[in-house]
């Protein structure tokens, strides 16, 4: 059932969101939920697979949208499809495996069956039961397609909304941060995984957490520093950082020591044959943002639920000939899954430049497992963060308590730091800590919760 | 140093009989173990690992009968060595890991336990089931992860391990029963 928002409480929420004064609530509130369903995850882009899961013909992933059952498929002409998982008879989910290769899916309630491409070939008894094509039309009908699907450096978006924006408009600015996750050779990234788990936390909160909270990463992970997995986050080192935001996603960085494009990635432990390949495949200012101010990506959120995240942890004991430890750098993606408005399924891959160096590739999905991931270091204590807010929130005093999302800001609503005057990369840019990207993300919430969509059309089956 | 795989040391025979000395002594390995790890004693955990361990936790997926596979290529929950159990290990021991501060309360309950030998004197194949209660905090849900191991013990050549008959994990390999875990993480050992 939608829920129509109380205009009143609905309109004093948004504006309390909007003026960085988040009603507790919102983490764990079931009516909220529903709207956001409706809203946000009917309205945008959501994130479902990389091309380099299906490489073959035939090859599948089944992922979802909330509950939205979706066959990720690339049929035998090597185009990749989104195809609704239910079958158009009787309803039933035609595939019921996560992964794998086929030719056709077949139904198993009534042997209904489509190729890859999610045409429907096979109709028991179309002529005796049917007529044949007088009364049901076999040749036109295929498993509905996802009403939008569009992809970005092979990663693969859907939209239940069919009069979404393209989705490179919807990534708007934020595709220039995208690129040095995704692209960082003309080979792309192969993606491995996902690891998948539930949590009892809001979908939200990561979402927030990955897009600017460098000001957590201090506390929340000190014990990460202290063992000597990962060097960078000191508090007095974190806050030196740009967070940066642009249209659709933001994300923080680390300020690198002095030097050019390629000492600064080999700190950061890249071998030189991949950032030859760096210095290629990202434009000028892509490099600018390495070379002249010296920012290394970290994390990043894209509205509404997916995250990235690239570190460079010591992989292994020891230290080189200098005396440095060995660190070595890994990328993951992660979509927050929302289940519902306390309980969030989290999909954490590792990925990797496909043309990256087999040594590499093996060293750094070691990284990734010890500190990202259903069993990483740095993951395990933000999850206990927020399964302990999003319990606490559910409650009557949560209603009445406004948190201060306002970093940054003082109370004129003048910065506490202006932004970046000379920063390579688009949007806007601050050093220092600062909760403008966590605004700027639940302020994009706002706007969709606050603009109902127009009914989809509605497909019929087979009718006269 | 390369760890060794398991298919290098292949079972001989059929499982040993549960009065074989060998059996007895991979069982109270087991049991002793799952007392290490319910009391969160990780460091005397790792004095039974050996230098080469190797400790996986595939990634289970659903996959069509007949697939031919029912992992994740290429991911796994835990694919650790000395160094990475070491370093998860040390942090346990900061004041800092917040997730099991306040920790857990753990049970691991061990059963199906049946051992095989090897061609090699100092090195036995042990399966086991595992089922894992764990609970945190006062009012949140308790979870459970339910998994098989298969184990490579070897006789620690010094006679120091001090373990039922000496013996050490040399590799673990633990297939859990879910392909999406309900548990908030997996900060714990199985």
Redesign the interface.
Known sequence: MPVQPSTTSHSQLLADVRRGMIPAHIYNDAELFSLERERVFGRSWIFLAHESEVPQPGDYVVRRVLDDSFIVARDEGGTVRAMFNMCLHRGMQVC???????SHFRCPYHGWSYRNDGRLTGLPFHREAYGGEDGFRRGEQTLLPAPALDSYNGLIFVSLNPTAPPLREYLGDFAFYLDFYTKQSPAGIEL?????????ANWKIGAENFAGDSYHTPQ?H???V????FREPTASKRKEGALYWAQRGGGTTYKLPPGTFESRLRYVGYPDVMIERMRTSWSEAQRRMITEDGFMISAASLFPNLSLVHNWPKV??GSDSAGADTVLPFISLRQWQPISAGET?VLS??AVDAAAPAEFKKLS??AY??CF?????F???D???W?SIT?TAAGVMARRLLLNNRMGLLHNNKPVTPPLAHFAGPGTAHVGYGEYNQRAMLALWADCLERPLAPAARTELGAP | MTARLLGSTRRAGSALPFSDERHLQAHQFLVDEAYLLDGQDYPTWLSLLTEDIRYLVPVRVTTARGAGFDTAPGMAHFDEDKYSLGLRVARFATEHAWTEDPPSRLRHYVTNVRCFATVRVDELVVESAVLLFRSRGDVRESALVSAGREDLLRRDPTGAAESAGHWMLARRTVAVDESVLRMQNLAIFL
């Open positions: 019921r495996a996560e992964v794998g290769n086929a491995a995984g996902p690891q998948r788990w539930r949590i009892k929340t000190t014990s990460v202290e063992i000597g997995l292994a004991a399924e891959w590792f999905y070691k497992l010890m991931g259903s069993t990483g270091m993951e395990q204590d999850v206990e963060n399964v319990s």
